[in-house]
Structure formats: C-alpha cells, structure tokens
C-alpha cells in the first residue's frame, strides 16, 4: 500500500471512530467567552459538556450557558437523576432585571412541580430566587453547581449565595432544564453536546 493510500486510510478511521465514539466538547471560545474544557469542583475534574445561547421568549439571546459533568453522559435522564457533580455556568449578555428573572424561574418550577403537595420544595426553591436580588448586567455571571452529599450551591457574580441541601431540590433544577418541560429542546441539547 501506498503511503497515499495509508494517508487516505487513516483518515477515513478517524472519520469513523468520530461517528462512532463522538467525542464531548473541548473548550471553547463561545461567541467570545472562554468555556474551558475541564474545570475542578470539590477535588473532581469535571468535563464541558455543551455550550448553549439562552433565548428569552425565543428571540433575544440573554445568557451563554456552559454544561459541565464530573461523569459525562449526554442522556438527559441520566443528567437528572445521577449522584456527581454537575454545573451550569451561565454568562449573561443582556441586562436581566432580578424580577424578571426570579417570576420567570419561578413560574418555570411551577410548571414542572405541584407546589401545594411539597412544601418543603417550595420552601428550597424560594431559597434559590432569594439568591438573585441584584439585576444583571452584560459580563456577568452565575452557576449552579450539585455536589453530592453537600447539595446544590449558588454562586453570583463571584458571591456564594447558598447551598440548597437535599437531593430534591437537585432534582428539581435538573429536570427543569433537562425534562420533559424542559423550556426549548434545541437549548438542551446544545448543553449535552448532541
């Protein structure tokens, strides 16, 4: 064989484990914001997933949201219901008033869970809207961040918020952008790389 022919080989090999075994994101420069490849949370190397633009009622871009796994999958039930670490890392581009922000996550929950039967979730929730009294601005940033047996940490604007403890609540946020109701499909999949 041709040293032509091994080239054109080889490349088509590469092609087919591409296809085959298609690999998770590698950092990123997303529309000019640094997403890196790999980030370490509670001593755990966690993998970028997918990046993704945020719409607000499906016209204007208001956030970049990056997707990190300590496990990565990019089966959405797996996402919801597995014990790792798990984050998404949002970078805002557009100013988000805190009330707007805080009645549509809001109303967003409320569509995924019955609150008058969980008093206790709807106790936590409010604990995560309590965490964003400040408006937006362009540049900044916030994330959510599951560490098992710790819970669910808040951090904004470099500012740790709080840590929501128990697996319901990480149930919750996840199966809110990773469900069924998940609020635009294209998004989510963005996040899990597909």
Same mark, same amino acid.
């Given at each position: 064989?041709?040293?032509?022919?091994?080239?054109?080989?080889?490349?088509?090999?590469?092609?087919? *484990?591409?296809?085959?075994?298609?690999?998770?994101?590698?950092?990123?420069?997303? &529309?000019? +914001?640094?997403?890196?490849?790999?980030?370490?949370?509670?001593?755990?190397?966690?993998? *970028? !997933?997918? +990046?993704?633009?945020?719409?607000?009622?499906?016209?204007?871009?208001?956030?970049?949201?990056?997707?990190?796994? $300590?496990?990565?999958? %990019?089966?959405? %039930?797996?996402?919801?219901?597995?014990? %790792?670490? &798990?984050?998404?890392?949002?970078?805002?581009?557009?100013?988000?008033?805190?009330?707007?922000?805080?009645?549509?996550?809001? &109303?967003?929950? $409320?569509?995924?869970?019955?609150?008058?039967?969980?008093?206790?979730?709807?106790? &936590? +929730?409010? %604990?995560? *809207?309590?965490?964003?009294?400040?408006?937006?601005? =362009?540049?900044?940033?916030?994330?959510?961040?599951?560490?098992?047996?710790?819970?669910?940490?808040?951090? +904004? =604007?470099?500012?740790?918020?709080?840590?929501?403890?128990?697996?319901?609540? !990480?149930?919750?946020?996840?199966?809110?952008?990773?469900?069924? =109701? $998940?609020?635009?499909?294209?998004? !989510?999949? $963005?996040?899990?790389?597909?």
């Amino acid at each position: 064989m041709g040293k032509k022919s091994k080239e054109v080989s080889l490349f088509f090999i590469v092609i087919l *484990l591409g296809i085959m075994f298609p690999a998770f994101a590698l950092g990123v420069e997303y &529309k000019g +914001v640094d997403f890196p490849d790999e980030v370490v949370i509670d001593g755990k190397t966690c993998q *970028l !997933m997918g +990046v993704g633009s945020y719409k607000a009622l499906y016209i204007v871009t208001v956030e970049y949201v990056g997707f990190y796994l $300590s496990e990565p999958t %990019q089966n959405p %039930q797996a996402v919801i219901h597995s014990e %790792q670490i &798990k984050r998404l890392r949002a970078h805002v581009i557009y100013n988000i008033k805190a009330k707007d922000f805080t009645e549509w996550y809001d &109303k967003e929950f $409320s569509k995924v869970f019955d609150y008058q039967s969980n008093p206790e979730l709807r106790k &936590k +929730v409010d %604990q995560y *809207l309590g965490s964003f009294t400040e408006d937006f601005k =362009k540049h900044d940033e916030f994330s959510v961040t599951y560490i098992p047996g710790k819970g669910t940490e808040i951090v +904004v =604007k470099s500012e740790k918020k709080a840590i929501i403890p128990g697996r319901d609540f !990480m149930l919750a946020i996840y199966t809110l952008w990773f469900g069924p =109701k $998940s609020p635009t499909k294209k998004f !989510m999949d $963005s996040l899990l790389g597909l």
